[in-house]
């Protein structure tokens, strides 16, 4: 199963994450890398609990991302 990792900078450091096709599951680490590891096992675990539960896995989602250009 593959995802869509979204990574962020964290303003007291590091950074951390989100998984938009997997509302509430993320994670954080020091580094982009250390962050995007602790998010694969934090999915794997997400997943897991779905399955236990019965609950529908979809590794697609409805969001894009895109730049704008502001004048201010």
């Not at 890398?33 to 609950?55: F, M, S």
Request: proline residues 4%; glycine residues 8%; negative net charge.
């Amino acid at each position: 199963m593959e995802f869509t990792v979204l990574v962020y900078p964290a303003e007291e450091g590091g950074y951390w994450t989100r998984v938009p096709a997997l509302p509430g599951c993320g994670c954080c680490g020091e580094s982009v890398e250390e962050a995007i590891e602790n998010t694969r096992e934090a999915i794997a675990c997400h997943v897991c609990a779905l399955k236990e539960d019965g609950q529908e896995i979809s590794c697609a989602c409805e969001c894009f991302q895109t730049r704008v250009t502001v004048d201010c």
